[in-house]
């Protein structure tokens, strides 16, 4: 019988290759080979592929199958090739007809008893075969909500091997079999964190809305109990729902950790690792199949590092390059995977080791040099990029009874964020850009969107002192639109400006 194919996906971060699974019968000693750079979980398809079929009422040929997965030189990791191999091994000796399976994409794992097991990535999955023209995917009946998430592509959920050979056309009796689900998602309190419930810091509650209408990042410093967990906890809060593209992202990270996925997650996802964490627990990485880190799990969402300079440096550093780019690139010698990082980073820091310096009722222990040595850990170039910058003083007995200076609700301040983002993304329409932190700096300093020197006036001082580098100047830029954007301006004034440097660095007009 000549070489019978059919498809399958091979993940690489949130990318995907198409990858034809070819099989051929030859003559010689009963055998069952994978060729094609399968990794060791793969390696072992051939035993479960085996007993899953005599499980499902059919033998594979009694002579040597050779499965090859095309192309060669792409990696394949992990159990979702079973089906595809099964299906094209089955085909080979003539259970279904080569026709049948030649346009369909198969992706699942095979359990020894013949059921389909729900495997992880399948919605990048589906979207990579969607991509590559494929309009045909089957998959296990516990991955039918993820896979059913992707326009575009008929898909077809089936609960086992003999299911699948009798939708292709197999002579076999329909047995009834319980598909395999995976456990269901813990509930999640709909209930979100009340900026109404934070007092005695109005100041932090504007920087923290204007950081939120442009998608900057944000650094807190002040003692212990002054509410800084408090006040990062009401960022996502504020943030509006996202976009269909950026969903997408986020269920495609959350499906290739293993979570489950049945509808598309349309809030920002929060992210608050511990300060132990290691570079590839935050950025992504891994021996064998690489996975996504904090960083790409808070994609289009927030990753909170509190007690930041207590994380290793070169782990702080690590975020340097995909905060910049919005991507997370990890290189292996045979491959390189690539996960969405485009996250608000939001830092609480300690002013020292004990946290007592600067408070008027304790007395700080720390000596000058722990104090540089603690705060040292946060690199000059990582602070380069954080826009928002600001002290959280510790409340007094005073504040309680203090009317709110904002007034600002969490309702009211999603509202406020979702008409300057709204605003921006108008704006900056023709460049694909949505955010002000993303523009670059070069369209915000040229002809069309200059400042006028009236308004610009305090920054080019900055600049000219050493206050600001010119990375810094261009962020002030981005923020004091953001400024402008909350407060209905078509451009920013020197009143935004000004505003915006002090959110920076507390720089003075």
Request: proline fraction near 8%.
């Given at each position: 019988m000549p070489v019978v194919s059919t498809h399958a996906v091979a993940l690489n971060g949130v990318d995907g290759a198409l990858v034809q699974i070819e099989a051929d019968l030859s003559s010689g000693l009963p055998a069952f080979a994978i060729i094609g750079l399968p990794d060791a979980a793969l390696g072992e398809a051939k035993d479960r592929v085996r007993s899953a079929a005599l499980?499902?009422?059919?033998?594979?040929?009694?002579?040597?199958?050779?499965?090859?997965?095309?192309?060669?030189?792409?990696p394949k990791h992990g159990s979702g090739f079973d089906l595809g191999i099964a299906v094209a091994a089955l085909a080979s000796g003539g259970t279904v007809s080569a026709e049948a399976i030649a346009d369909t994409v198969h992706l699942g794992e095979l359990g020894l008893d013949g059921r389909l097991r729900p495997v992880h990535g399948v919605l990048p999955a589906v979207l990579a075969a969607q991509r590559s023209g494929a309009r045909r995917?089957?998959?296990?009946?516990?991955?039918?909500?993820e896979a059913s998430l992707v326009p575009g592509v008929d898909v077809v959920a089936l609960p086992s091997l003999r299911a699948v050979l009798i939708h292709h056309g197999a002579e076999l009796d329909d047995?009834?079999?319980?598909?395999?689900?995976?456990?269901?998602?813990?509930?999640?309190?709909?209930?979100?964190?009340?900026?109404?419930?934070?007092?005695?810091?109005?100041?932090?509650?504007?920087a923290l809305v204007t950081a939120a209408a442009g998608g900057h990042h944000v650094l807190m410093h002040g003692p212990p109990g002054a509410g800084k967990t408090m006040l990062a906890t009401r960022l996502p809060a504020i943030l509006p729902d996202l976009d269909t593209a950026a969903a997408i992202d986020v269920s495609s990270v959350r499906s290739l950790c293993g979570e489950p996925v049945s509808t598309l997650i349309v809030r920002p996802p929060f992210q608050a690792p511990h300060h132990s964490a290691t570079m590839a627990s935050l950025v992504g990485g891994g021996s064998g199949i690489v996975r996504p880190g904090a960083i790409s799990r808070a994609a289009h969402g927030v990753l909170f590092l509190d007690e930041a300079p207590e994380f290793s440096a070169s782990v702080?550093?690590?975020?340097?390059?995909?905060?910049?780019?919005?991507?997370?690139?990890?290189?292996?010698?045979?491959?390189?995977?690539?996960?969405?990082?485009?996250?608000?980073?939001?830092?609480?820091?300690?002013?020292?080791?004990?946290?007592?310096?600067?408070?008027?009722?304790?007395?700080?222990?720390?000596?000058?040099?722990?104090?540089?040595?603690?705060?040292?850990?946060?690199?000059?170039?990582?602070?380069?990029?954080?826009?928002?910058?600001?002290?959280?003083?510790?409340?007094?007995?005073?504040?309680?009874?203090?009317?709110?200076?904002?007034?600002?609700?969490?309702a009211g301040a999603r509202e406020l964020v979702r008409a300057a983002r709204a605003a921006a993304a108008e704006r900056w329409s023709s460049l694909s850009i949505d955010l002000n932190s993303r523009v670059p700096g070069p369209v915000l300093r040229s002809r069309e969107w200059r400042l006028p020197s009236s308004a610009r006036g305090p920054l080019d001082r900055a600049l000219e002192r050493g206050a600001l580098t010119m990375r810094g100047y261009d962020r002030v830029l981005r923020l004091a639109w953001s400024v402008a954007d909350l407060d209905g301006a078509t451009a920013p004034r020197l009143d935004h400006v000004g505003r915006a440097l002090f959110l920076r660095k507390g720089v003075p007009a």
């Open positions: 499980n499902s009422g059919v033998e594979l040929p009694n002579r040597r199958v050779t499965v090859n997965l095309s192309p060669a030189a792409v995917v089957i998959v296990p009946s516990g991955n039918a909500d047995v009834p079999c319980e598909a395999v689900h995976r456990a269901a998602a813990e509930a999640v309190s709909s209930g979100e964190a009340e900026l109404s419930d934070v007092v005695g810091h109005p100041d932090a509650v504007q702080l550093d690590a975020l340097r390059q995909p905060l910049e780019t919005g991507w997370i690139t990890i290189h292996r010698a045979r491959s390189v995977a690539r996960f969405p990082a485009q996250c608000q980073l939001l830092l609480a820091a300690n002013p020292c080791p004990c946290g007592n310096a600067g408070t008027v009722d304790d007395e700080c222990t720390c000596t000058p040099m722990m104090r540089r040595r603690y705060l040292g850990r946060l690199s000059g170039p990582l602070l380069d990029r954080i826009d928002v910058q600001f002290g959280v003083r510790r409340v007094s007995a005073a504040h309680l009874t203090a009317p709110d200076r904002t007034g600002l609700t969490t």
